[in-house]
């Protein structure tokens, strides 16, 4: 029997297993009733943290674009969003005339699932887990899909060319992301042998992040790209497409849609965390599994930081550039790593560890100097061909190149 | 435990409205999603036969969850080629409904 | 009944009704939706039968491309579909088929019973995928179909680039 203050979640899920036998529910049932009421309670749990994340990220933003940010509500504007969702229940719901009534309505509600589903297989500690799924990595790219079909149900149920245009354009960088994403979600699997989620956070003895720090790179921008935050928010570009997919909506609809984008962003860092660093693995956490959640989330924490870094930091891409870096920098620089990493990882595995993540490392170092090279030649091509006065212009390239007007200095 | 028999009805029920919708509809996409139907349905046939035959044989047989998956991929190539057809059909000649596809009548 | 039964029935009837409204829909859009609705309730099937690997396939490769390129294709051919009645002529001879079809395969499945069989139960290396992988790399199994599968997706993949491609002084 599991102490309660060592792994509380185990020790409740156990006290009410025994309470349903005792009161003569049968087996399977039991396990239906507890199942739903782990979902009901992470639900609730996961949409009270978007609260206090709608808060960071005002403050946040504030800060960085040299403002106070929510500060009247509270103790530093802490009820802010609290004050916000209450005054957005209070709205009023308008369906716009020839709206498809069914999908209208159903797209937020089906958004935010979307984004809920894959918490169920995130192992928080080495204990808690909603579904132990077999294929837990597939899972996740899949629910993805459900997002999808959310975006393009509302661009569709709204009955406006923006809507459509922007759930269009949505989808179109949504499908294109999940390729670069998903071949560099094959390294934490190849690594751990597993597309378990459970087994690749025990197989990181040495977080992948060491391991594969390109790999994690491509996935953290695919990742921002899939959520469709900024840099990559084109999606709801409000001087392009006045808000995308979700123009129509008012009301606790847009709020759906709204709760949904943090949501997926923080379910993004999750992710990130769990196959790129280590989850809930830290000192204590296999006889603490209390300290694995803190650790977990204090990892997705930083991650997520670092998401809200990138969007008060970054201006936003156009749409050819979106593509660019999707189909002619990421998929293929994803492919080769693939590659190299499982041909170098077979040569290195009997090798001592060290050697291992000095040899991996080096490897992506390389693919890290290739790229940079290749980019930037690209870069002085096309400014060869463009005659016009160099003034410091904030471009996205500049992030991988070194000049701040692009190019090399 | 469910018995073989309802997923097996199952699939047929599923099979006969793809059949309805391939031979019925007029609509060329309606069609395609006929097919897609009659697809899932030989897949639920192709996965229950395999779950009850792993399960005679105590051991879980791979031959099964192969043809499964090579349905995925002949779903995946054939819809391809299809809406790729049905397009070009509709650039062509303005119509995606394959009664007034009367090229040849002449 | 057991639990498991009773969430095999309601799916059964969500996705078989889910297929009717399909095929009855007029509009192509709520058609497209329907089909959703239907290859998600298949994708519960799957998971009844402890293949969830099939169940997450089906959900990337059925809801995440196909049925994406689905609603892409009617939106790109939406000016055609509104008109006209939905179904051919030969309908009722349609229907006559497919209730013939249907009610033999339900007759032969009521009849035949699976009789005294021992059934094992596998527990949790039915999920395995590991045998999957190796046995469809394997020159002793599966190589071959494996890599005529992947040139047939090559094969498609060209293909309907070609197929789809505008050509100049062609179409509207």
Redesign the interface.
Known sequence: MAVFWQDPITFLRLWLENLLLSWGV?A??A??IRFAVGAVLLVTAALLLVILQLWLERKLIGRIQDRLGPNRVGPWGLLQPIADVLKIFTKEHITPAGA?R??FNLAPVLSVAAALMVWAVIPFSATVFGAD???GI??L??????G??AI??AG?GSNNKYA?LGA?RT?AQL?SYSVPMTLSALVPVMFSGS?HLSVITRAQEVWFIVLAPVPALIFLTASVAEVGRAPFDLPEAESELVAGYSVEYSGLKFGFFYVAEFLKAFTVSLIFAVLFLGGWRGPGAESYPVLGFVYLMLKSGIVYLLMILFRGTLPRFRIDQVMDLNWKVLTPLALILLMVIALADYFLRGTLPLVRILGLLCINGLAYLVLDRVLSSRERLRRRLVAQPVRPVARPENLITSSDVGGRS | MIPLSWYLILSATLFSIGLFAVLARRHAIAILMGIELMLNAVNINLLAFWHYWSQIKGVPQVSGMVFAAMIFVLAAAETAVALALIISAYRRHHTVVVDEMTLLKG | M???QWVFLVTALITVSAAVMMVASR?M??AA?WL?VALLGVAVVFVTLEA??FA??Q??VY???I??II??AI?LTQRSTEAGPRLNPFAWGAAGVAGVVWAALTYIFIRWLMSGTPLQELGASF???VPLGKALVDAEGFAVPFEVASVLLLAALIGAVYIAFERRGEGS
């Open positions: 049968p399977d049932w396990l239906v498809d069914i999908p799924l077999n294929v597939l899972y790219l899949a629910v993805g899909a459900l999808e079909l393009i149900l569709w459509l269009l989808v499908i597309l | 057991s639990a498991l509009r859009m709520h939706l959703a969830s690997f997450v396939v959900l990337l809801i995440g491309s049925l994406i609603v892409f939106m999920d395995d995928v």
